[in-house]
């Protein structure tokens, strides 16, 4: 046999050598629920590991997190008062916009904070726009975003990320930013984000369920590949800097396309489900949580993301995974 495919495989030196791809703890992102309130640390019980902090205890936490590499996390609120149209959204002194503050003026440069903006954990019904007779209403929505990425950006955020799906507002967004010289605040888009039972302990953690319907007039149809395309193409054209696929797992194919499609570096979300899942196997010792866990991170990094959201991150950094 001229060609024996195990030669490489022999020693671990040598397969570290051949690897193909390879996955570096800077491409992780690390999920935060942030709530109003004080000396709060309150968990979630659907994701094992994963707590609600209040700003202050917030704090606490990244400064920990910081000592072992996780310098960039993704900023969620939770607790503001709710109403139709969801304006404690965009309010000056929104739980996301202390914490930002709070959280640039302690670490600078250090720490890289990135903020969610969608309106459905500041809207009475859940959904992530405004309803108008019956229906999430497009336009009226993108304004509303537009007004809380840019709370956000002069709260010091670094990045702003639009996860409502709504057409065009990337593009208003990015007007809104450069109109108040954010010119150097980037947009990660979630450009492809389907409609997916796997955000289900997400919902309960950001208390952000709709209460009528569900959020599949906005999020996409998962049997739509064709149309992720024009998804990501548009939010491209319309100056995001970072395109999103979401979850990550179920939507590798996704994610793998993308990366022939475009030149601008992907995200990929492995969301609360996913993490749920391994963490619910693994308490049960019906499998090896670092294994999968960090099998999972290459099949993204193998697919094409090059930056990864994850509750993992955590884990991973801690233990030297
Ligand atoms: C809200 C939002 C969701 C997630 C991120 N932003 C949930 C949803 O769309 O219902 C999901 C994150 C996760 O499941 O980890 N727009
Ligand atoms: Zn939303």
Redesign the pocket.
């Known amino acids: 046999m001229l060609i024996r495919p195990r030669r490489l495989r022999i020693s671990a030196a040598l397969r570290d050598m051949v690897a193909e791809v390879r996955f570096h703890k800077d491409m992780l992102i690390y ?1 935060y629920f942030v709530e109003k309130g004080k000396n709060l640390i309150s968990p979630i019980s659907s ?1 094992p590991g994963i707590n609600h902090f209040s700003p202050d205890t917030l704090m606490k936490d990244v400064e920990k997190g910081l000592k072992k590499g996780i310098n960039k996390i993704l900023l ?1 609120g939770s607790g503001e008062e709710k109403s139709p149209e969801g304006k404690s959204a965009y309010h000056k002194d929104t739980v996301v916009a202390q914490a930002t503050r709070l959280l640039k003026k302690n670490f600078k440069d250090e720490l890289y904070v990135i903020t ?1 903006v ?4 500041y809207t009475s019904h859940g959904h ?1 726009g405004i309803v108008k007779n019956g229906r999430v209403h497009n336009d009226l929505s993108v304004t509303s975003l537009a007004r809380m990425a840019l709370v956000h950006a002069e709260a010091g955020a670094d990045m702003v990320a639009p ?3 709504m057409d065009g507002r990337v593009g208003v967004i990015r007007k809104a930013l450069d109109d108040a010289d954010l010119t150097d605040t980037p947009i990660m888009a ?1 450009s492809i ?1 389907f ?2 039972a ?6 309960e ?2 208390d ?3 209460q009528f319907g569900d ?1 599949k007039s906005y ?1 996409m149809d998962y049997r739509n590949p064709n149309e992720a395309m024009k998804e990501a193409a548009l939010d491209e054209a319309e100056g995001a800097d970072v395109l999103m696929v ?2 990550a797992l179920a939507y590798l194919d996704v994610v793998n396309r993308l990366r022939h499609n475009t030149r601008l570096p992907i995200a990929c ?7 749920s899942m391994v963490k619910a196997a693994a308490g049960r010792k019906w499998i090896d949580e670092k294994s999968v866990v960090m099998e999972n991170m290459h099949a993204f990094v193998r697919a094409g993301a090059g930056l990864i ?1 994850t ?1 993992h991150a955590r884990d991973i950094a801690e233990n030297g995974w």
């Open positions: 999920p994701m969620f969610d969608c309106l459905c954990a992530c996860s409502d799906m979630y984000k409609a997916s796997y955000y289900g302990p997400f919902r953690a950001a952000s369920s709709p959020r999020q979401k979850p979300y492995n969301v609360s489900g996913e993490y959201i509750y």
